[in-house]
């Protein structure tokens, strides 16, 4: 914060504004801003050069001057505690387990005939493997073009249990139920709970990284910074872990194995033992 300043930050839309005489006022004018602020704005006790000006439009700084302090009020909103009535702008609650109790294996949808059909070989041997994930549903409130808390979104992610690969499942894509009737190789998870869940914030951070447009008027002229936005920490919550079984036919031939998601038939290489 510059010297002798007064400031204000409001975390609902991530605006920060501080006030500052000219004469106290350095090149480094974006030091003391939080640096989640999407809207920064100095308001000076003079009027800011066209230098100072450019300086601070390639900084993404709006410069208000005591001609524009009047009109500029009305938006800054100086007051940094007003109680905030939109629901969007509170914390997410994490959300509950949207699986039954006791189905943790999804069901094959493809038999080992489509399976060996698909690897386009005739396997001498074909075998059912269960590969683990941990799946948990999660929130995330995404950005709205101007900053402000957007849309907020519900969708499950899955974490490879075996290698820590994070990928993304759409509702209702797979059917789960508590037993299989077709002779199959279970394998169990060789990662924690604690290093997949750490592997599926990571992931969704960079798949819910948004760009935000950040708008300002410069002497007539409309600025408009493109910045990457990623969720706060009251953006994006995940719920609860458990592990799913999800099936792949491992079809064995004289030219190698190919395996096939029995789900969904595609060809595919989950990584881990039984390669």
């Given at each position: 914060?510059?010297?002798?300043?007064?400031?204000?930050?409001?975390?609902?839309?991530?605006?920060?504004?501080?006030?500052?005489?000219?004469?106290?006022?350095?090149?480094?004018?974006?030091?003391?801003?939080?640096?989640?602020?999407?809207?920064?704005?100095?308001?000076?006790?003079?009027?800011?050069?066209?230098?100072?000006?450019?300086?601070?439009?390639?900084?993404?700084?709006?410069?208000?001057?005591?001609?524009?302090?009047?009109?500029?009020?009305?938006?800054?909103?100086?007051?940094?505690?007003?109680?905030?009535?939109?629901?969007?702008?509170?914390?997410?609650?994490?959300?509950?387990?949207?699986?039954?109790?006791?189905?943790?294996?999804?069901?094959?949808?493809?038999?080992?005939?489509?399976?060996?059909?698909?690897?386009?070989?005739?396997?001498?041997?074909?075998?059912?493997?269960?590969?683990?994930?941990?799946?948990?549903?999660?929130?995330?409130?995404?950005?709205?073009?101007?900053?402000?808390?957007?849309?907020?979104?519900?969708?499950?992610?899955?974490?490879?249990?075996?290698?820590?690969?994070?990928?993304?499942?759409?509702?209702?894509?797979?059917?789960?139920?508590?037993?299989?009737?077709?002779?199959?190789?279970?394998?169990?998870?060789?990662?924690?709970?604690?290093?997949?869940?750490?592997?599926?914030?990571?992931?969704?951070?960079l798949r819910h990284t948004a760009q935000v447009d950040h708008t300002e008027q410069h002497d007539g002229a409309l600025v408009i910074e493109r910045r990457r936005v990623a969720p706060g920490p009251d953006d994006l919550v995940v719920g609860p872990f458990t592990v799913i079984h999800v099936p792949y036919w491992y079809v064995e031939g004289a030219d190698g194995r190919v395996v096939v998601d029995a789900v969904t038939g595609a060809r595919d290489e989950p990584p881990g033992?039984?390669?």
């Amino acid at each position: 914060m510059v010297e002798g300043s007064i400031h204000a930050y409001r975390p609902r839309d991530r605006r920060a504004v501080q006030i500052v005489r000219l004469s106290r006022l350095d090149t480094d004018i974006d030091r003391g801003f939080p640096p989640e602020a999407l809207h920064r704005a100095l308001i000076l006790d003079e009027e800011p050069g066209p230098a100072l000006r450019d300086h601070a439009a390639n900084k993404g700084i709006e410069l208000v001057g005591p001609s524009a302090l009047g009109p500029a009020l009305g938006e800054i909103l100086l007051v940094a505690d007003i109680p905030e009535p939109d629901p969007r702008g509170l914390p997410l609650e994490p959300p509950a387990l949207p699986f039954p109790a006791g189905e943790r294996l999804v069901r094959p949808r493809i038999d080992r005939a489509d399976a060996e059909r698909i690897a386009g070989v005739d396997g001498f041997r074909c075998t059912l493997r269960l590969v683990p994930f941990y799946v948990a549903q999660y929130r995330a409130r995404v950005p709205a073009p101007e900053g402000l808390g957007g849309q907020i979104i519900e969708q499950l992610v899955a974490v490879h249990a075996l290698t820590g690969h994070a990928d993304f499942w759409v509702s209702g894509q797979r059917d789960l139920v508590a037993e299989l009737d077709v002779p199959h190789q279970r394998l169990e998870p060789t990662l924690d709970e604690r290093r997949a869940r750490h592997a599926a914030e990571v992931a969704l951070r960079l798949r819910h990284t948004a760009q935000v447009d950040h708008t300002e008027q410069h002497d007539g002229a409309l600025v408009i910074e493109r910045r990457r936005v990623a969720p706060g920490p009251d953006d994006l919550v995940v719920g609860p872990f458990t592990v799913i079984h999800v099936p792949y036919w491992y079809v064995e031939g004289a030219d190698g194995r190919v395996v096939v998601d029995a789900v969904t038939g595609a060809r595919d290489e989950p990584p881990g033992p039984g390669k």
